[in-house]
């Protein structure tokens, strides 16, 4: 029987680079959401493990076992035919890959297969695996629940992939401080874009360095009507901002969509 599962988009508000491991591993204190925008994927049980990726950002996704979706189903012991449909750019620090593998860990689980840990598939598939507000800690291996309130948001990616490596190399310190203890409940929006003004990705800074079109998306993100806050997630080159309402977030990604026709811009509520 055909099962289908929804591979949210994940967005990092803050990323804070607390320390790096003797094994070279990076610590990290960041609050993350998800979207209501993310890939697709159907599992049909069959013989043979089998991959095939199609949408708008299907090119160069490998369909073998360099996927993350391929190493979780195969850890799991999972054969059959599984199709991936790409909504979000790969490369784009929005947690694409990670985000995939996590449902396909979620499928199988609720299917009675032992799932394999989900820290070995990536630092990012444990919080897509949660798929939820979290602030996540340590290699990613620590993750706290947070309330936060549904938040108004437009996404933008200016097509470049960003390659991780490169942008945590160029980082010029790796012992940045951490979040505040606690974080505060927010009522609004405008809350919680208040405190996250205050917050940090210490990635964008070399993430721009590398890319020079994330600082151009940021800063055509600022300008948008309403705006709250903008920033990268993750480890680039999607960009957001936060609105006040989604009737504020569809005209900004209608404003920069119609500026800018060559990037991804999608509406979305986060959380």
């Not at 508000?13 to 159907?42: K, M």
């Not at 630092?123 to 340590?138: H, I, W, Y």
């Given at each position: 029987m055909k099962v289908e599962a929804f591979a949210p988009a994940k967005i990092n508000l803050t990323l804070h680079v607390t320390g790096q491991r003797n094994d070279g591993y990076h610590l990290l204190d960041s609050l993350v959401v998800f979207a209501d925008?993310?890939?697709?994927?159907?599992?049909?049980?069959?013989?043979?493990?089998?991959?095939?990726?199609?949408?708008?950002?299907?090119?160069?996704?490998?369909?073998?076992?360099?996927?993350?979706?391929?190493?979780?189903?195969?850890?799991?012991?999972?054969?059959?035919?599984?199709?991936?449909?790409?909504?979000l750019p790969h490369g784009g620090g929005i947690g694409g890959g990670s985000s995939d593998a996590a449902a396909t860990l979620r499928v199988l689980s609720g299917q009675g297969m032992a799932i394999p840990d989900a820290l070995s598939l990536g630092a990012d598939v444990p919080v897509c695996t949660a798929a939820q507000a979290t602030r996540m800690q340590g290699i990613g291996d620590r993750l706290t629940p947070v309330s936060l309130p549904h938040l108004p948001a437009v996404l933008i990616n200016p097509g470049i992939p960003v390659p991780t490596g490169a942008v945590f190399k160029a980082l010029t310190l790796r012992d940045y401080p951490p979040m505040p203890a606690e974080i505060p409940k927010f009522e609004t929006p405008q809350d919680c874009a208040d405190w996250l003004r205050d917050q940090r990705n210490d990635l964008e800074i070399p993430a721009t360095s590398t890319a020079g079109e994330i600082g151009v998306v940021l800063d055509a993100l600022k300008l948008t009507t309403r705006a709250l806050m903008a920033r990268m997630s993750?480890?680039?080159?999607?960009?957001?901002?936060?609105?006040?309402?989604?009737?504020?977030?569809?005209?900004?990604?209608?404003?920069?969509?119609?500026?800018?026709?060559?990037?991804?811009?999608?509406?979305?509520?986060?959380?």
């Amino acid at each position: 029987m055909k099962v289908e599962a929804f591979a949210p988009a994940k967005i990092n508000l803050t990323l804070h680079v607390t320390g790096q491991r003797n094994d070279g591993y990076h610590l990290l204190d960041s609050l993350v959401v998800f979207a209501d925008v993310g890939d697709r994927l159907e599992f049909t049980p069959g013989p043979e493990l089998m991959l095939s990726v199609t949408g708008e950002h299907a090119t160069g996704v490998p369909t073998d076992n360099r996927n993350l979706v391929w190493k979780a189903a195969e850890a799991a012991g999972w054969t059959g035919q599984i199709d991936l449909t790409k909504v979000l750019p790969h490369g784009g620090g929005i947690g694409g890959g990670s985000s995939d593998a996590a449902a396909t860990l979620r499928v199988l689980s609720g299917q009675g297969m032992a799932i394999p840990d989900a820290l070995s598939l990536g630092a990012d598939v444990p919080v897509c695996t949660a798929a939820q507000a979290t602030r996540m800690q340590g290699i990613g291996d620590r993750l706290t629940p947070v309330s936060l309130p549904h938040l108004p948001a437009v996404l933008i990616n200016p097509g470049i992939p960003v390659p991780t490596g490169a942008v945590f190399k160029a980082l010029t310190l790796r012992d940045y401080p951490p979040m505040p203890a606690e974080i505060p409940k927010f009522e609004t929006p405008q809350d919680c874009a208040d405190w996250l003004r205050d917050q940090r990705n210490d990635l964008e800074i070399p993430a721009t360095s590398t890319a020079g079109e994330i600082g151009v998306v940021l800063d055509a993100l600022k300008l948008t009507t309403r705006a709250l806050m903008a920033r990268m997630s993750g480890s680039g080159s999607t960009c957001f901002a936060l609105y006040p309402t989604m009737k504020d977030a569809h005209f900004a990604a209608y404003e920069i969509g119609a500026a800018h026709p060559d990037w991804w811009c999608r509406a979305t509520q986060l959380n």
